[in-house]
């Protein structure tokens, strides 16, 4: 007999390799259609600095997710760290690598908050983290008199700039926090937890699993990864802007759950969320090299993120008729 984490890993494995065949034929079909701009250099590059910002949000959405959360606060998360560093670096005079610490690491309080209202306010995510949205829009834009900071330090736009083997400094950032979600969610003792939590938390609780803890954390980790992300961000715009990060949540979201994770908790891997994030960008990217309307891409994004939870949907209740 199969065990059930051989069975959550063989469903990885596939959801992954599925994922690689998608992006594969995406990129013969973009090669074909838009062969001068899309498998040139200066594309590629542009695609995975694209890709990583939405990217890490993802990383940090999948692990809230697996708990069976949501959190609609990272878009308004990347805005604040956005703006934050550049109010203090350029009206403050603050040193940069001080003003960096200091606004990932509220990035991460914000996560902190988002804990306390799921878990000990016991306010549903959706709601709890949408007000969080909320209040972090109206404070940026208070501060900010709704008005863009420019003059952003020289090291920090060459952030976005920078090359290592021909690849983006993004991009391996990026990488570097796939690898670290994964073994955390892998071979970690809190990793395995979440799961957990997100299969059953009553089940989690009675095998002793300190619930505050692990909500905190999930939170934590997706508000740390979105405060990353604000500060990439502000790398590539060169500006701290309080409207940066519209609908990155959804983005994040959609990147989630066409990577795998379900949305009633227990399922899902960085390396789908990476995939996830991939698929949505290239679909923008190519969308963009063939001309073809906006609103139609976002329209196509909307379809795939209602198949994917519908499949979803239709193999939880196969996997339930079974058991």
């Known amino acids: 007999m199969i065990s059930s984490k051989n069975k959550k890993i063989n469903l990885n494995l596939g959801t992954i390799g599925t994922l690689i065949m998608i992006i594969i034929a995406m990129s013969i079909v973009l090669l074909i259609l838009a062969t001068k701009?899309?498998?040139?250099?200066?594309?590629?590059?542009?695609?995975?600095?694209?890709?990583?910002?939405?990217?890490?949000?993802?990383?940090?959405?999948?692990?809230?997710?697996?708990?069976?959360?949501?959190?609609?606060?990272?878009?308004?998360?990347?805005?604040?760290?956005?703006?934050?560093?550049?109010?203090?670096?350029v009206v403050n005079n603050m040193p940069v690598f001080p003003a960096i610490l200091i606004s990932i690491s509220a990035g991460f309080f914000v996560g902190i908050i988002n804990g306390a209202l799921v878990f000990d306010a016991k306010i549903p995510p959706f709601i709890a983290t949408m007000g969080t949205m909320t209040i972090l829009r109206g404070f940026v834009k208070f501060i900010t008199g709704g008005r863009m900071i420019n003059g952003v330090p020289e090291f920090i736009t060459n952030i976005s700039q920078i090359n290592i083997l021909a690849l983006p400094l993004l991009f391996w950032i990026w990488f570097i926090l796939i690898v670290i979600t994964f073994i955390f969610l892998r071979f970690t003792v809190f990793g395995r937890n979440i799961y957990a939590l997100g299969s059953s938390r009553e089940v989690a609780r009675l095998s002793g699993v300190n619930l505050r803890l692990h909500i905190y954390l999930a939170y934590a980790i997706s508000g740390l990864f979105s405060g990353?992300?604000?500060?990439?961000?502000?790398?590539?715009?060169?500006?701290?802007?309080?409207?940066?990060?519209?609908?990155?949540?959804?983005?994040?979201?959609?990147?989630?759950?066409?990577?795998?994770?379900?949305?009633?908790?227990?399922?899902?891997?960085?390396?789908?969320?990476?995939?996830?994030?991939?698929?949505?960008?290239?679909?923008?990217?190519?969308?963009?090299?063939l001309r073809i309307n906006p609103f139609i891409l976002e329209m196509v994004i909307g379809f795939l993120i209602v198949i994917s939870v519908y499949i979803d949907t239709m193999r939880r209740a196969k996997i339930m008729k079974r058991s």
């Open 37 to 89: 701009s899309f498998g040139t250099y200066t594309n590629f590059n542009n695609l995975l600095r694209q890709t990583s910002i939405n990217g890490i949000i993802a990383l940090g959405m999948t692990v809230v997710i697996i708990t069976a959360g949501i959190d609609l606060s990272v878009g308004a998360v990347v805005a604040c760290t956005g703006v934050l560093v550049t109010q203090l670096t």
């Open 228 to 289: 990353i992300a604000g500060i990439l961000l502000v790398s590539r715009l060169g500006a701290g802007l309080p409207t940066a990060g519209m609908s990155y949540e959804l983005d994040a979201i959609a990147s989630s759950v066409i990577g795998g994770a379900s949305l009633t908790g227990a399922e899902g891997s960085a390396i789908g969320a990476a995939l996830g994030a991939l698929i949505m960008q290239m679909i923008r990217n190519g969308g963009n090299l």
